[in-house]
């Protein structure tokens, strides 16, 4: 028996006016999945506790077994997981974004945050602005390392955890409000604006009509988490297809297997195809149990507030992911069973997470449950199956008993 996680980031929303009342994913032409839902269980999944703050950090946990309320650290720590910092127990880690502050006017708490990401700046632009703040914040205590695309890690040594705003947040806001009360912090973000908004790679940006990545953004403090053994915790051998390094972190915190896949970048245009291929192959041939896949864009586009490209992302999901890796699996000879849903809103109204309950759709190659004519948010709340406690819908996956974990 083969298990699969197919996990859409941010793809659940609101109705929109322009699509007629309907949400992304009810308007995305999603032949599989609607095939699918006909004979899944679907239902709606709270995988944000209430009272805690809604992203993908908590979420995942939620979704891949791990109650957040008892092992959530924050969220950059978990990267620093991926990303190989070995952070003693006095570290604090950050998460630091390269993003798109305006430049017309004179003081850096006036200016406006109009992108969290650079425009998906490539890795390799984004290490050598990196070693620019390396070389131009060098302090005692405070270490930088390059993630990817737009977010890396400082590390403060016996530092404290701050509370900060994630980016994504207020994006279209002027920054002062949101400016971190440490003055170190402050004072290096500040300093950022000055070394990168002239660099020559942000230059050669506006040339080309790209977002300039000119200042430094810290957010998502914490402290080294510990998280319990996946398999263990499962008897299962587990594998991660993920292109960012809070899922590749927990997967290494978890003890997963982490697979790297060719062109899989977070973005829209990542490998859909080859994570797909890259979970058959595991499952087939590598001996895992499970795969989850994780695919980044649907949030991206949803931060962006692209309604046309969040379809696409789902449209993607649908006919490279969800299609051929039930297709492969069958011609194998495997059964399985594949739960497919998001981790947290990224409604395009408000363009950053909500914590609102997901829809999930989850189907077994061995029988065919009483489903719905389509898998989306309507469909979801119209079965009045509700998943209350996230981390547990893992064990239903698993035919499992419910655990505590
Ligand atoms: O900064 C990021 O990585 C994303 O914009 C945050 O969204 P996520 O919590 O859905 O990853």
């Known amino acids: 028996m083969k298990y699969v996680i197919v996990l859409c980031d941010g793809m659940a929303d609101e109705p929109i006016q322009e699509l007629g009342g309907r949400t992304p994913l009810e308007a995305a032409a999603t032949p599989n999945m609607d095939r699918f839902a006909q004979d899944s269980e679907i239902g709606m999944v709270r995988t944000v506790p209430e009272g805690m703050a809604p992203g993908s950090d908590t979420a995942n946990l939620s979704v891949i077994g791990y109650d957040p309320q008892k092992y959530y650290t924050g969220r950059s720590p978990l990267e620093a997981l991926s990303i ?164 590749k972190g927990i997967a290494v915190g978890a003890g997963m297997q982490n697979i790297y896949v060719e062109g899989a970048n977070g973005g829209l245009h990542t490998n859909y195809a080859g994570k797909a291929q890259a979970a058959v192959d595991a499952l087939t041939k590598d001996g895992c149990d499970f795969a989850y896949i994780h695919i980044e864009a649907p949030d991206e586009m949803g931060h962006q507030g692209n309604v046309q490209n969040k379809i696409k992302s789902i449209e993607n999901i649908d006919s490279y992911i969800i299609g051929p890796v039930a297709e492969s699996l069958k011609n194998a000879g495997e059964d399985f069973r594949m739960l497919v849903l998001p981790d947290h809103p990224t409604p395009i109204s408000v363009r950053t997470h909500t914590g609102e309950p997901v829809p999930y759709m989850l189907y077994d190659s061995r029988k065919a449950e009483n489903g719905m004519e389509t898998y989306d948010e309507k469909a979801a709340s119209k079965t009045g199956i509700r998943v209350e406690e996230g981390y547990t819908l893992i064990d239903h996956l698993f035919e499992n008993r419910r655990t505590t974990c």
């Open 84 to 247: 190989g910092v070995d952070m003693e127990p006095t570290d604090v880690s950050f998460r630091c974004n390269i993003v798109t502050l305006t430049e017309d006017e004179q003081a850096y708490e006036d200016r406006v945050i109009i992108d969290h990401s650079s425009d998906e700046i490539s890795t390799e632009d984004a290490a050598v602005l990196v070693e620019a703040l390396k070389d131009g914040l060098k302090k005692d205590g405070y270490e930088f390392y390059v993630g990817t695309s737009y977010r890396h890690l400082l590390i403060w040594k016996n530092g404290e955890i701050l509370e900060l705003t994630p980016p994504h947040d207020i994006l279209t806001r002027r920054i002062g409000e949101y400016l971190p009360k440490d003055n170190v912090l402050r004072e290096m973000m500040e300093k950022s604006y000055q070394i990168l908004s002239n660099h020559p790679l942000n230059l050669e940006r506006k040339k080309k009509g790209l977002n300039p990545a000119n200042s430094a953004w810290f957010w998502g403090a914490g402290t080294r988490p510990m998280l319990a053994s996946f398999e263990e915790k499962n008897k299962k051998k587990g594998a991660m297809i993920s292109a960012v390094d809070l899922l």
